[in-house]
């Protein structure tokens, strides 16, 4: 369907399931041979619904499992004593591996790209894809025959990596068939930028970023036990290094491309802009670690700024939706929150006092000062009670009974003004959702832009399918009761108003065309012509309309 023409239909036959994208379920007929049938189900791209892109997806995993299992084996503290492990791991590989390559070879006669050559199986096998697939097992069964050193074999499992491009090569063509005309520069904004001309490699680019965002946090985690530093202190650099060099290129390119955003588009102000924007902040953060601790070494002891490392992590929120609505709701409630505030800033400082005078004189080290008490008046007033410093005088613990109870009211206002505001703020959008929707299908039509809308706006929000379809149901029953009150009104009073007019003239014509799906042609043709109730224009109206 093209981005320009719209979909017609009725807001009764909309489907809550067609209108999200998701996959239903593949109407491939069970009588197809079985050849076909099996292309059909597990190999076809263009079939909705089939297995295709989930055996994609498990293949991809299945990749990267590998890789970091090649990683792992060069460390023989992890190797040695997980050995039998990484050996069924690596025959389970090469069992799915081995079964994949079969099954494409069976199947090459029902592929487009193959159908058409006078051996297919041969074309196959010659294919690009075929090659890096036979480049993938090869090493595994050439050991049998063939007498060669593990290193060289684990080397040559690497090319197990090249089977990515089965699915990176298909959005790279997409990628450049949306992006044909336009400049290096919008091609990089496509890429690092949602856009409509990002397509799956920019999902891909998404997922990727995500991915090293995980591996290097958790090496992060993971170098604070000693005992595993100890063992991969050179692996845990080197990835570093490599996250580093990652993450600094896409910094480079958001600064390099924010220019083509809305609102960025001056040269020099227009960067600068992106530069200081929360998320890119985060971006410099996840990197400036790694090149302060370089440079001014030698300055400085900069070791601590390692665990700033863990900043990476929020990275992540580019990608959530949930933080740009909490960040909506703190803009939205920070009157409200900052008195909160107040008071308890208040409230701990009066405890902490009241706690140094009458616990000072007993217990001079644990309530020194009031700086050092305002400590215990927190994790009081808070109900967390550690017990490492509590009162001992009758007049301080009955003063801790107090402040518990009231702080048990006054700590937990944040909390419930936060709670009811992210209520209220998915409330607000999802009735603005509902309002886009309602003004979308009121002519009756939907375009691929609004539906591509509707499926973002819905996935943001995290609607389920039971609840977009009680939306659809709401509006349905809004516009008929809508429909119901414009028709009751008076002609002239319709006619008052271009846009009820307007809608009036399409609630008749629906009907129009619904009384001559209904009738009988012939004999409403008969019954007009036999009584003259419509003149020759009315009836080729009528023609016009049925037809």
């Known amino acids: 369907m093209e981005n320009t023409e719209k979909t017609p239909l009725r807001i009764i036959d909309l489907d809550a399931k067609t209108l999200m994208g998701d996959d239903v379920e593949a109407n491939i007929s069970s009588d197809l041979p079985l050849r076909q049938w099996m292309y059909a189900w597990l190999l076809d791209p263009h079939i909705p619904g089939n297995y295709q892109k989930n055996i994609d997806k498990w293949i991809g995993l299945l990749i990267v499992g590998n890789l970091f299992s090649l990683v792992f084996e060069h460390v023989p503290a992890i190797y040695e004593p997980y050995k039998q492990w990484f050996h069924l791991f690596d025959l389970f590989s090469i069992t799915v591996f081995v079964i994949e390559y079969a099954l494409r070879l ?38 049998a025959f063939i007498p060669v050193d593990l290193r060289a074999l684990r080397f040559l499992r690497l090319l197990r990596i090249l089977k990515l491009f089965r699915i990176v090569i298909p959005a790279f063509k997409e990628f450049g068939d949306l992006n044909q005309g336009r400049t290096f520069r919008q091609k990089i904004h496509a890429l690092v930028f949602p856009s409509p001309y990002g397509g799956t490699m920019q999902s891909i680019f998404d997922s990727f970023i995500g991915l090293w965002v995980l591996i290097s946090v958790l090496a992060v985690v993971l170098e604070s036990v000693q005992s595993i530093s100890y063992v991969i202190n050179i692996e845990f650099v080197i990835l570093d290094a490599v996250a580093v060099g990652i993450f600094t290129v896409e910094y480079m390119m958001r600064i390099y491309a924010c220019v083509e955003e809305p609102g960025y588009k001056n040269a020099i102000a227009g960067r600068f802009k992106q530069a200081s924007t929360p998320a890119t902040i985060i971006d410099l953060l996840a990197i400036l670690p790694f090149f302060l601790e370089v440079f001014m070494t030698h300055v400085f002891d900069l070791r601590f700024l390692r665990v700033f490392r863990l900043a990476r992590l929020l990275k992540l929120t580019r990608q959530s939706d949930a933080t740009a609505i909490l960040g909506k709701v703190l803009v939205r409630e920070w009157p409200v929150m900052s008195a909160s505030a107040f008071i308890m800033l208040l409230l701990v400082v009066l405890t902490a006092s009241l706690g140094y005078l009458f616990e000072h004189e007993a217990q001079p080290d644990k309530f020194e000062n009031i700086p050092t008490a305002i400590y215990w008046a927190v994790i009081t007033l808070a109900s967390v009670g550690y017990g490492d410093i509590s009162p001992v005088t009758p007049i301080g613990r009955t003063m801790t009974i107090v402040l518990a109870l009231i702080g048990i009211g006054i700590f937990a206002i944040p909390a419930a003004l936060l709670s009811s505001a992210f209520s209220d703020q998915l409330v607000k959008e999802r009735d603005a959702l509902k309002a886009n929707l309602f003004h979308m299908i009121k002519d009756g039509h939907l375009s691929e832009v609004e539906i591509a809308q509707i499926r973002a706006e819905a996935k943001r929000l995290h609607l389920t399918i039971e609840e977009i379809n009680a939306l659809l149901e709401q509006i349905q ?52 012509k036999s009584s003259d109730s419509l003149t020759a224009k009315e009836l080729a109206l009528w023609q016009q309309i049925k037809a």
């Open 106 to 143: 069976y199947l090459a006669p029902e592929d487009a790209e193959f159908n058409q050559r006078k051996l297919p199986r041969l074309a196959y096998v010659f294919s690009p894809f075929a090659i890096i697939d036979f480049l993938a097992v090869a090493p595994f069964f050439f050991q």
């Open 477 to 528: 029953k809004e516009q008929e009761e809508e429909n119901y009150k414009r028709a009751s009104l008076p002609v002239h009073m319709i006619a008052e108003s271009p846009d009820h007019a307007v809608e009036h003239y399409k609630t008749l014509l629906s009907q129009i065309k619904q009384l001559a799906l209904m009738t009988d042609g012939e004999k409403f043709e008969h019954a007009a």
